[in-house]
């Protein structure tokens, strides 16, 4: 009988034997998946029986040969200590993102106190963002967009999953299309994690990111087309004190301020730990940054 040591060894042997960098980090949540327990708790598990050796074997096969990401090989992944069910090629949430999420939740408790609130969020893929919303602030009701239709139902699933379903509206549609069509004035602040890698760098992506649509990966030459259109587009949907809250990559800093310095907002970004601007805040220049 393995054990659960045996298997993780096992399973970093094969991993390093493919060339995957990241082997360790896989097959501690491979290993504390099959096994049903948290990461964390995995050295708690090394000499019981291991549970699911053939499962491994298949997981490990599909991380080799097809570069399958982990959290698309366990089907689900956490953002802020929630556990959000994950469709196929589904994006799946990462640092930055929380980060966002972050910065929207301490705007909103500096801004508009304990009002009720609504949001829209664009693009909401496997729904971490709108529903981690949700969860932490009962008076807020969301709207959200999203075309991909996996990804849709994949928001609708994550919803109902942690009792949020009757707070969010989701519609299914281009966002280029619905927005401009959308209550002016509506919203207390708009959210969205876009598509911004450069297409110019899509040659260059490891495997393991091209895995997931690329709906949701790629935003034009530069990676900026999202953000210039909610530039344009978002100011009317807002109420007065509202803002805009975007992801972005470091290197498009620069356009981006620019751009919407250019289309009268007030900009500014957040670092995330490692000192990178990831999230880029707005709001019409009626309005002053705190």
């Not at 980090?25 to 050295?43: E, K, N």
């Not at 802020?80 to 469709?87: A, P």
């Not at 971490?128 to 709207?143: Q, S, T, Y």
Request: proline content about 7%; hydrophobic content about 40%; overall charge neutral.
């Amino acid at each position: 009988m393995e054990t659960v040591k045996g298997a993780f060894e096992r399973c970093k042997k094969t991993l390093k034997r493919c060339g995957i960098e990241t082997y360790e980090r896989d097959c501690l949540f491979l290993v504390a998946h099959l096994q049903g327990v948290d990461p964390s708790l995995l050295p708690l598990e090394e000499e019981k029986t291991f549970r699911n050796p053939e499962r491994l074997e298949k997981l490990l096969k599909k991380r080799c040969k097809e570069r399958v990401p982990v959290a698309h090989l366990i089907g689900e992944w956490d953002c802020l200590g929630r556990t959000f069910k994950l469709r196929p090629r589904v994006l799946a949430p990462r640092a930055a993102t929380e980060l966002l999420v972050e910065t929207v939740l301490n705007l909103i408790q500096e801004r508009f106190g304990k009002r009720p609130l609504r949001g829209l969020e664009v693009g909401t893929g496997s729904g971490c963002i709108a529903v981690n919303l949700l969860a932490e602030l009962p008076r807020l009701e969301m709207v959200g967009i999203e075309l991909d239709p996996v990804a849709y139902e994949n928001t609708l699933e994550n919803a109902r999953l942690h009792g949020v379903a009757d707070r969010l509206e989701l519609l299914k549609g281009d966002a280029f299309e619905l927005l401009p069509h959308l209550e002016r004035e509506g919203f207390d602040f708009v959210v969205s994690n876009p598509p911004y890698v450069a297409e110019e760098d899509r040659k260059n992506l490891p495997p393991e990111v091209l895995y997931e649509n690329p709906l949701a990966l790629f935003g034009g030459p530069g990676g900026t087309k999202f953000h210039e259109f909610f530039a344009r587009a978002c100011k009317p949907l807002l109420k007065r004190g509202g803002f805009l809250a975007v992801e972005f990559e470091p290197f498009q800093k620069k356009r981006l301020l620019e751009v919407f310095e250019r289309e009268g907002w007030n900009a500014e970004v957040v670092e995330d730990f490692l000192g990178h601007p990831r999230v880029l805040i707005a709001f019409p220049k009626r309005e002053k940054l705190k």
